[in-house]
């Protein structure tokens, strides 16, 4: 019988994810396959896992959880022939969506067990390396309100984030540069896509791709607050891009300044200290993902 290690996070959607562990196993077996599940208890053991499973030639490693355990599981994988698989088990589970992985467990499971690898880009920040979002300003404190208020669950919990901080973030002056392009002002946030979703389903970047070479690189200027309820909602479906105040260019690589420190998001996962710099570049087709 085939046999697949599978890397679950059991606390992924709100621990709801460690107690379908049992449902895994089922919807495995229904496939003929095996799934090898270890739970870990953070991204470091799930890192190290699948540094293990590359190092023993394995040629899927799947990540059972949301958008972070794919990003601790990745960071092993990008430069190897072992691809990624992906059961979306979290809250956001945004990755999943850009690639057309449904949510529902059985049909995510044979994509996995029937798909095939094929490649896709990564971006890398701080020596780290991410799949589909990176957000520094109000997105990145809208992600650890999210991480750090565990009342906030799902697509709602985002949302509600969102709110309050369209009231408390204060605006900050950033300068920009990409390759033949830059930008100095006020800001609200600046997020550099390899997808189109981030943070459970806002469309910071409608055309973007994760397999073209490029990152999509989202600028939203500073509103007054009363103004920023109407302007972050078009964040939803990607309309904001028509307001003034916003710009979206596609970038090979990016430097970011700001004037004070701010929380870094990377694919939902906070940076472990907030940064006045960055330098962002994409690596194209470094990955390998079943779909």
């Given at each position: 019988m085939?046999r697949i290690?599978v890397?679950?996070?059991?606390?992924a959607?709100?621990?709801?994810a460690g107690?379908?562990?049992?449902?895994?196993?089922?919807?495995?077996?229904?496939m003929?396959?095996e799934?090898?599940i270890?739970?870990?208890?953070?991204?470091d053991?799930?890192?190290?896992l699948?540094?293990?499973?590359?190092?023993?030639?394995e040629p899927v490693?799947?990540?059972?959880g949301?958008?972070?355990?794919?990003h601790?599981?990745?960071?092993?994988?990008v430069?190897?022939?072992t691809a990624l698989g992906?059961?979306p088990m979290?809250?956001?589970?945004?990755?999943a969506?850009?690639?057309?992985i449904?949510q529902?467990?059985?049909?995510?499971?044979?994509?996995?067990?029937?798909?095939e690898?094929?490649?896709?880009d990564v971006?890398e920040?701080q020596g780290?390396?991410y799949l589909?979002?990176?957000?520094m300003?109000i997105?990145?404190?809208?992600?650890h309100?999210?991480?750090?208020?565990?009342?906030l669950?799902?697509?709602l919990?985002?949302?509600l984030?969102?709110v309050?901080e369209?009231f408390?973030?204060?605006?900050?002056?950033m300068?920009?540069r990409?390759?033949g392009w830059?930008?100095?002002?006020?800001l609200?946030?600046?997020a550099?896509?390899?997808?189109?979703w981030a943070g459970g389903?806002?469309?910071l970047?409608?055309?973007?791709?994760?397999d073209?070479g490029?990152?999509?690189?989202a600028?939203?200027?500073h509103?007054?607050r009363?103004?920023?309820l109407?302007v972050?909602?078009k964040?939803?479906d990607?309309?904001y891009?028509a307001?003034k105040?916003?710009?979206?260019?596609?970038?090979?690589s990016?430097r970011?300044r700001a004037e004070r420190?701010?929380v870094?998001?990377?694919?939902?996962?906070?940076?472990?200290?907030r940064?006045?710099f960055l330098e962002v570049?994409?690596?194209p087709?470094?990955?390998?993902v079943?779909?």
């Amino acid at each position: 019988m085939r046999r697949i290690p599978v890397v679950l996070n059991p606390a992924a959607g709100r621990g709801l994810a460690g107690a379908r562990e049992d449902e895994l196993r089922r919807v495995f077996r229904e496939m003929g396959v095996e799934a090898e599940i270890f739970r870990t208890a953070g991204p470091d053991e799930a890192q190290e896992l699948a540094r293990e499973f590359c190092a023993g030639a394995e040629p899927v490693v799947a990540a059972a959880g949301g958008d972070g355990t794919l990003h601790a599981v990745a960071q092993a994988l990008v430069g190897t022939k072992t691809a990624l698989g992906i059961l979306p088990m979290g809250s956001g589970n945004d990755y999943a969506r850009v690639l057309g992985i449904p949510q529902d467990l059985k049909e995510a499971v044979k994509i996995l067990v029937f798909g095939e690898p094929h490649p896709v880009d990564v971006g890398e920040a701080q020596g780290r390396f991410y799949l589909n979002s990176l957000g520094m300003g109000i997105d990145g404190q809208i992600a650890h309100d999210y991480q750090t208020h565990h009342l906030l669950k799902g697509e709602l919990g985002y949302l509600l984030a969102t709110v309050f901080e369209v009231f408390r973030f204060r605006p900050v002056e950033m300068e920009v540069r990409t390759e033949g392009w830059s930008h100095v002002g006020n800001l609200l946030t600046v997020a550099v896509m390899n997808g189109p979703w981030a943070g459970g389903g806002f469309c910071l970047a409608p055309q973007a791709k994760p397999d073209d070479g490029h990152l999509d690189l989202a600028l939203i200027g500073h509103y007054p607050r009363l103004v920023r309820l109407v302007v972050l909602p078009k964040t939803r479906d990607g309309s904001y891009l028509a307001l003034k105040r916003t710009k979206l260019i596609r970038v090979k690589s990016a430097r970011i300044r700001a004037e004070r420190p701010l929380v870094v998001h990377m694919d939902g996962e906070l940076l472990p200290a907030r940064a006045s710099f960055l330098e962002v570049e994409v690596h194209p087709k470094a990955l390998y993902v079943v779909r």
